[in-house]
């Protein structure tokens, strides 16, 4: 065993000269930072302030007495999320003892933070996803129906959450159901602009790509809050919520992102198919959404998934029009001076949960583009 | 549609005609459409500000902006000669906003050289022979990019830079660096007052026979150069050293001179800079993954060592593959500038906040802001374009 060890140590970390000195540089400094940490995590850290706060994290200033709007959410982005997995994800062993465990350390650390009832909750909406995601791999039925499943879910998503006000909603709630809302309106859009810009009809193809170049190059930021101050402009007699306002800004900014993905896809598909297409008769339409978009889309569903992280991480920028993210809500708890000292227990968690969540997305990015890269060999 | 069989030939020529005229009146609707549809905008928000009593103009970047940066320089005219000065209250909106686009260029560029020269050496990392150094590479790369840009810079900001020791009990290390909350001051290069012309001639000569050192072909020919830069720099400092180190002093009251970075641009450049790093490392080693194998085996075979051939064989043509992903990672890192609001950096659309704030032209402002970020983002596509036609147009004549 040791010398298996030091035969990998010496392959590994003393192979050469250099190697020998990098690593003497390294080891050292890795084991004290990690030392460090570690002390502090689990000796000097104050990790109550996490606990207490929890609730304005998750929902930000969502009123106590509707949460139970706010679990309802939580249940149904559970059962959505494992008919996703259901679609892509095979639940073997592994990964059905990975996502287990996954729940329940949540929903542990959830009845510690905050109560039994919590907890419950929890396990219950992890219960429903791991039964979703189970179902849909198995039933070809389910399978057909996790897309609009999808859309519906949304739709639900909205109607229970919005009774109390659009304004409320906040926290990571507020910034998961942005992504998701914002990552289905932009695929549709998405390959309109990207046909558009491949079109034979120059004055659309100049629009679009016009269009597209032109938000490639501002910043996001600038597009949510210019599209934020002009909608009431345009329509000045309706109130249209700050929350609705800034995803369309979302999406007009990330269907740019989209079209360019689309159009490297369309790019793939050999031309002599198109022209195949072609002189059977079909029409531009046809060819379009029979022959080039399925086998376009195939290839840009990685892109796809890994863009909802962008939409993601750029959900934090809503603080620009006075909504509550997740980021915001962890700076609200810092603003009260009884937490002042907590910066960086607070700072800690929103980074572990922003990269659980990210290094997720990133993962199911990097599994399809492997398995799509299996299929088509 | 229509116009796919115009090509043919043997439709009847009225049939043609027709379909020619379609294609007309299609181009000219979708024309009209967009331009009804901009039209309609327009006059829609004419319509909404002058309920308001605001008219759309851009008088107001000329009067006096009455807002305080807290740093910024705009040219101005001193008598004929132009000048850069710090911004003050009473100079016009219009400056306001040029000392918001000069942060937030200073702080791009910067980012820009450091995050080129940090995200190869990670690059190249995620492909060491060492363990420790391509997991931990690896890692960086995953922790920086799977967080959203906005809370590495708050946390830049307010869990690192703001715990820095007070102005009072900075902390000085290497001699050189000065740390404190209240920003951070770096060792810079000042222009001595009593250099002469001479001296700074030989000081030319001696920029022009560094880069020559880099560009010339042969071992003898770069010797030359070398040994003709080293004397030149002799003899300049012999008659009197044009440019002098100008180190930050730590004193009671804070730190003096240097290279003063405020804590915000500190934050702003640190967060921004390991953030491109990130992406970066992954451009370069995905370009030096997408090398045929072949060629570090052929290296091997030759009896070249491993950083040999990175240096004299992958390297090259690395940077060859990769200026267009390059390009396109500072253009993003141009636009990230715009996130200093967040910590209360004065960059471009911090500026245009406040100015809007305090003019209520918002709209007015969204136009230069968008054409300004438009006019970056081209000037960056067209230099790294100029210069990867340079190079590689370069390399297929060779």
Same mark, same amino acid.
């Given at each position: 065993m040791s010398t298996a060890a030091l035969r990998w140590a010496r392959r590994n970390l003393f192979a050469k000269p250099f190697d020998v000195a990098l690593s003497l540089i390294v080891i050292p400094v890795l084991a004290w930072v990690l030392y460090v940490f570690a002390v502090w995590v689990l000796a000097e850290a104050r990790w109550e302030v996490i606990g207490g706060s929890l609730t304005v994290l998750m929902t930000g200033i969502y009123p106590a007495e509707q949460l139970w709007r706010a679990w309802v959410s939580v249940a149904a982005l559970c059962a959505m999320f494992g008919? *996703? %997995?259901?679609?892509? %994800?095979?639940? @073997?062993?592994?990964?059905? /003892? $990975? $996502?287990?465990?996954?729940?329940? /350390?949540?929903?542990?650390a959830a009845a510690a933070a905050v109560g039994a009832g919590a907890g419950t909750l929890a396990a219950g909406s992890a219960a429903l996803g791991i039964a979703a995601w189970v179902g849909v791999h198995r039933s070809a039925r389910a399978r057909r129906l996790a897309l609009p499943g999808l859309l519906v879910g949304v739709a639900a998503i909205f109607a229970v959450l919005s009774p109390p006000g659009f304004e409320l909603w906040g926290g990571l709630l507020l910034s998961v159901v942005l992504t998701i809302t914002v990552s289905i309106? /932009?695929?549709?859009? *998405?390959? +309109?602009?990207? %046909?558009?810009?491949?079109?034979?009809?120059?004055?659309?193809?100049?629009?679009?790509?016009? !269009?597209?170049? /032109? #938000? =490639?190059?501002?910043?996001?930021?600038?597009?949510? !809050?210019?599209?934020?101050?002009?909608?009431? %402009?345009?329509?000045?007699?309706?109130?249209?919520?700050?929350? +609705? =306002? *800034? #995803?369309? @800004?979302?999406?007009?900014?990330?269907?740019?992102?989209?079209?360019? !993905?689309?159009?490297?896809g369309l790019q793939a598909v050999p031309k002599g198919q198109v022209e195949a297409a072609r002189s059977l008769g079909m029409s531009s339409w046809t060819v379009n959404v029979d022959i080039v978009l399925p086998q376009a889309l195939r290839v840009v569903v990685p892109s796809l998934v890994g863009q909802i992280l962008d939409i993601f991480n750029g959900a934090t920028l809503v603080f620009i029009i006075g909504l509550t993210d997740f980021l915001r809500a962890g700076q609200m708890i810092l603003a009260d001076p009884q937490n002042s000292g907590r910066t960086y227990e607070i700072y800690v968690f929103l980074f572990a949960v922003y990269f659980a969540i990210g290094g997720a997305i990133t993962f199911a990015s990097r599994r399809l583009e492997a398995h799509l890269a299996r299929g088509s060999r | 549609m229509t116009m796919q069989i115009a090509e043919t030939h043997h439709i009847a020529p009225t049939r043609r005609r027709f379909l020619l005229a379609s294609r007309w009146l299609l181009q000219a609707a979708i024309v009209a459409v967009v331009a009804v549809l901009a039209i309609w905008l327009a006059l829609a928000v004419r319509e909404a500000l002058a309920r308001k009593g605001i008219q759309f103009s851009f008088d107001y970047l000329s009067t006096a902006a009455n807002i305080s940066l807290s740093e910024g320089l705009v040219p101005s005219l001193d008598g004929v000669w132009p000048v850069l000065e710090p911004f003050s209250p009473s100079h016009s909106n219009a400056q306001a906003l040029v000392a918001g686009l000069w942060n937030s260029l200073k702080v791009a560029l910067s980012a820009i050289v450091l995050c080129t020269v940090f995200g190869t050496l990670v690059g190249i990392g995620r492909l060491s022979t060492n363990w420790l150094v391509r997991n931990l590479s690896f890692g960086l790369v995953e922790c920086v990019r799977n967080t959203p840009l906005l809370i590495q810079i708050v946390f830049w900001y307010f869990a690192v830079v703001l715990r820095f020791p007070p102005a009072n009990a900075a902390s000085n290390w290497f001699g050189g660096l000065i740390a404190s909350r209240s920003g951070v001051f770096l060792p810079g290069l000042a222009i001595s007052e009593d250099a002469s012309l001479a001296s700074w001639g030989l000081l030319a000569a001696a920029a022009v026979s560094a880069i020559a050192v880099l560009i010339v072909a042969g071992m003898r020919r770069k010797l030359t150069f070398l040994a003709l830069a080293i004397g030149t720099v002799a003899a300049a400092a012999a008659l009197g050293f044009p440019l002098n180190f100008d180190l930050p002093v730590a004193t009671r009251f804070g730190a003096r001179? *240097?290279?003063? +970075?405020?804590?915000? #641009?500190?934050a702003i450049l640190l967060a921004i800079t390991v953030n491109s790093s990130a992406y970066v490392a992954e451009i370069v080693r995905g370009a030096i993954d997408s090398l045929p194998k072949g060629q570090w085996e052929a290296a091997a075979s030759l009896g070249l060592s491993r950083s040999d051939t990175l240096r004299d064989i992958i390297l090259p043509q690395v940077f060859r593959i990769v200026l267009p992903s390059l390009a396109n990672r500072y253009i993003s890192l141009t636009k990230d500038t715009s996130l200093g609001i967040a910590i209360g950096f004065p960059d471009l659309f911090n500026v245009y906040g406040t100015v809007s704030n305090q003019t209520g032209r918002n709209l007015e402002g969204v136009v230069i802001v968008m054409l300004t970020y438009l006019a970056l983002s081209w000037i960056i596509s067209i230099c790294v374009n100029t210069l990867n036609t340079g190079i590689n147009g370069r390399g297929e004549t060779r």
């Open positions: 008919a *996703g %997995l259901g679609l892509s %994800l095979h639940p @073997g062993r592994t990964a059905l /003892t $990975v $996502v287990a465990l996954a729940g329940a /350390t949540v929903a542990a309106l /932009t695929v549709p859009f *998405g390959i +309109l602009l990207a %046909l558009g810009r491949q079109s034979r009809i120059a004055s659309l193809r100049v629009i679009c790509t016009a !269009y597209i170049e /032109t #938000m =490639r190059s501002v910043p996001l930021i600038l597009v949510v !809050y210019w599209i934020w101050i002009i909608v009431p %402009l345009l329509a000045p007699d309706t109130s249209i919520p700050s929350l +609705l =306002r *800034g #995803m369309a @800004g979302y999406a007009l900014f990330f269907a740019a992102y989209v079209a360019e !993905y689309v159009r490297s | 001179g *240097g290279v003063a +970075l405020s804590p915000e #641009m500190t």
